[in-house]
């Protein structure tokens, strides 16, 4: 379920869209927004502001919200761009390198590809080649291992100083927090799974979280904050780790079966991702524990793993709005000279057989 201010900005995008507001007119005021959708003054700053962030209204204190003038379609830029993400061709990467390429191609753009594999070796050495590159306009990159110190934050400094833009997507190193970047709420993703769980009357919740990024780390922090606004018990070892060089090793049925049999006692679990989640389903079934009836399984991405699973996976899903399609955005406008806001994207909740 979209929340609740994702739906009220749904509705007036639609108004939008429609030609029920023209340029010169006022929408209409938080007070009657309030009074129209019932909701609180909290709830409508926040649909207008994700309305602003798209572009389709201006907000001044004092004088309300209008929309933003429409202008003539903007000449395409032709900039060399690179992107560098931590794989190309795993997971959830084709879908954001795709959102990506269609918006450069739109602007006779086609982007150079990089993946580090989330190494720092290794993107350190594609950095000293961007470095090398007499014609680079900018760069779309996801971090490498953002929830550890990066030794690489020279490099990115040197291309900063030559002029070159970046924008990031997925994670960012708290150095470079200045730097424009496309996010998803992954702390509100954690919460939102946990509350979902407890609704369901889950009362002993595990988690299964990667250590070494930024994704990992926040949604920890909302599945436990979770865990105790709710008045949840909270034990260590109810919440397992892996980091990128266990990710092989993690995924194995050996390494499954022995995180599982540190869940006894649990009801339900959050599982980093949809990757996980499924060896997860998989295992349980194995072992004779009935998905949802003995242990529920939700998790995050609602990639195409939700559907293949053996149980269909409940799990967070951006909607309609693709990050590399937002980031790829967020670039050119930075390249015309426009400002440009940080963006943090809503996860919704797919909600499916396993949870």
């Keep these: 379920m979209a929340p609740k201010y994702q739906s009220i900005a749904d509705s007036l995008r639609q108004e939008i869209e429609n030609g029920q507001y023209s340029t010169q007119q006022l929408l209409p005021t938080e007070q009657l927004l309030c009074q129209r959708f019932q909701i609180s003054r909290q709830t409508v700053r926040r649909a207008l502001s994700l309305l602003e962030n798209e572009g389709l209204i201006t907000r001044r204190q004092g004088s309300g919200s209008r929309l933003r003038e429409r202008k003539e379609p903007e000449a395409q830029l032709n900039c060399a761009i690179a992107v560098v993400t931590t794989y190309i061709s795993d997971y959830i990467f084709p879908s954001i390198l795709r959102g990506m390429e269609t918006v450069l191609a739109a602007n006779s753009s086609a982007p150079l590809l990089f993946a580090t594999q989330n190494q720092l070796s290794v993107e350190r050495k594609i ?3 961007l470095l090398t590159m007499k014609e680079l ?12 110190p990066n030794p690489n934050l020279d490099l990115y400094q040197k291309l900063i100083d030559r002029g070159v833009r970046l924008v990031f997507i997925n994670g960012i190193y708290p150095e470079l927090a200045h730097i424009p970047s496309v996010l998803a709420d992954n702390y509100g993703g954690g919460r939102l799974l946990t509350e979902h769980l407890h609704r369901h009357g889950h009362h002993n919740i595990a988690g299964i979280f990667k250590v070494d990024d930024m994704q990992g780390m926040l ?47 649990c009801s339900a679990v959050v599982c980093y991702n949809d990757e996980v989640a499924i060896r997860v389903v998989s295992r349980l079934q194995k072992r004779g524990i009935r998905v949802p009836e003995d242990m529920a399984v939700v998790s995050f991405d609602n990639s195409q793993y939700s559907d293949l699973a053996p149980v ?32 943090t994207v809503p996860w919704q909740l797919v909600e499916r057989e396993s949870g």
Excluded: I
């Design 312 to 343: 269909h996976l409940t799990s967070l899903s951006h909607g309609s709005r693709n990050l590399g399609e937002l980031a790829a955005n967020l670039m050119l406008r930075l390249l015309r000279g426009e400002e440009c806001r940080s963006e």
């Design 137 to 148: 306009d900018g760069v779309l990159v996801e971090g490498t291992k953002t929830a550890l």
């Design 127 to 129: 950095l000293q080649t």
């Design 219 to 265: 949604r920890y922090a909302g599945y436990a904050e979770a865990l105790r606004d709710l008045g949840l018990p909270f034990e260590d070892e109810h919440v397992r780790w892996y980091n990128t060089e266990q990710r092989r090793a993690f995924l194995s049925e050996a390494f499954v079966d022995s995180v599982l049999e540190g869940f006894q006692g």
